[in-house]
C-alpha cells in the first residue's frame, strides 16, 4: 500500500502502456547528451525534460521524458519504442562507461494538487505530473486523449510516427523537446535546418471534426488533393498534420467535414 499523501481533489491513476529504461555510469550525462534533442543539464536542472532521439537523417525513433534520479537518468518511453529504443541507445554507447537496462518501475501520472515527489509534465501544464515509483489511484479516470487533443500534444503511435516525423513539425518546440543551443547529437544537421527555414510545409494542427473517422484518415481538400493525415480525437475536436499550403477552401477526412482550429 503507498503512503503517498494525495489532495481530495487529485484524479490520478498508473499510466499504461509506458516503460522505463535506467541510465547509469559516470559518462551517463555525457553519453545522453550526444544523443538526444535535449539539453542534459536541463534535465539536472528541473528533475525532469523532454525529447527524442532521431535518425541521422533527422527522423523520430523516439520519443520519452527524461528523469534525474540518484546515480542514473531514467527514460520514460512508450512501450512500444522501449526494447528499439534500448538497442540504439546501447549500439552507440561504445567505450562510454554507460549501463542501460529495462526497470520495472510504475508511473502514476494525474491532475489536481501534486503529491509530494511528483514532476509536471514539462511538455504543456495542461498534462499535469507524473509520479515515478508509486502506483496509487484516485477519482474518476482521466481522458488523456481528450487531455492531449484539448492541448494539441501529440503521442508516439499517433500523431508522431517512429521512422517518418521530423520533430518539429510536431510542435518539439513549443513542447520543449528540443535545444537549439546545446552541443551536436545525432540528426541535429537536418533539423537545424528545419528550424532556420521561413516555415515549415507541414504542420501539426487542432481541428474540428463533424463526426468521427479512424485515425489515420487521409485529410482531402475540395480539389481532392490531400492535406495531411487525421490522428487522435475526442469531444468533436482532432489533431491533424496538415499541408500548410493546402488549407483554403473547405476540408474533409472521409464524410467527416473538417475546419482548422489553430495551429500551435
Not at 17 to 46: K, M, P, Y
Not at 62 to 83: I, P, Q, R, S, T
Not at 228 to 246: E, S
Amino acid at each position: 500500500m503507498s503512503d503517498t499523501v494525495l489532495s481530495p481533489e487529485t484524479r490520478c491513476a498508473p499510466m499504461p502502456g509506458r516503460a522505463v529504461l535506467r541510465v547509469t555510469g559516470e559518462d551517463r550525462l555525457a553519453f545522453l547528451q550526444g544523443q538526444v534533442t535535449q539539453d542534459i543539464d536541463r534535465v539536472i536542472r528541473d528533475g525532469i525534460a523532454y525529447g527524442a532521439m532521431l535518425t541521422p537523417q533527422g527522423k523520430l525513433i523516439a520519443d520519452f521524458l527524461m528523469v534525474k534520479a540518484d546515480d542514473a537518468v531514467l527514460v520514460d518511453v512508450a512501450e512500444a519504442l522501449a526494447d528499439g529504443l534500448l538497442q540504439r541507445l546501447t549500439m552507440f554507447k561504445l567505450r562510454s562507461k554507460v549501463v542501460i537496462a529495462r526497470e520495472d518501475m510504475p508511473i502514476t501520472c494525474g491532475l489536481g494538487p501534486a503529491p509530494e515527489g511528483a514532476l509536471a509534465d514539462p511538455r504543456d501544464p495542461a498534462l499535469g505530473w507524473r509520479l515515478y515509483g508509486v502506483a496509487v489511484t484516485q477519482g474518476a479516470s482521466i481522458d488523456w486523449a481528450a487531455v492531449r487533443v484539448a492541448a494539441c500534444v501529440p503521442e508516439s503511435g499517433a500523431e508522431l510516427q517512429p521512422g517518418s516525423s521530423f520533430i518539429l513539425e510536431l510542435d518539439f518546440e513549443r513542447l520543449n523537446g528540443v535545444d537549439f543551443r546545446k552541443g551536436c547529437y545525432v540528426g541535429q544537421e537536418v533539423t537545424a535546418r528545419m528550424h532556420h527555414k521561413t516555415e515549415l510545409r507541414r504542420g501539426l494542427m487542432q481541428v474540428s471534426v463533424s463526426s468521427p473517422v479512424p485515425p489515420g484518415t487521409a485529410v482531402l481538400n475540395a480539389d481532392g488533393k490531400e492535406v495531411g493525415t487525421l490522428y487522435t480525437q475526442a469531444d468533436g475536436q482532432g489533431l491533424a498534420l496538415l499541408r500548410v499550403d493546402r488549407l483554403d477552401g473547405d476540408l474533409h477526412a472521409a464524410e467527416a467535414r473538417i475546419t482548422v482550429q489553430t495551429r500551435a
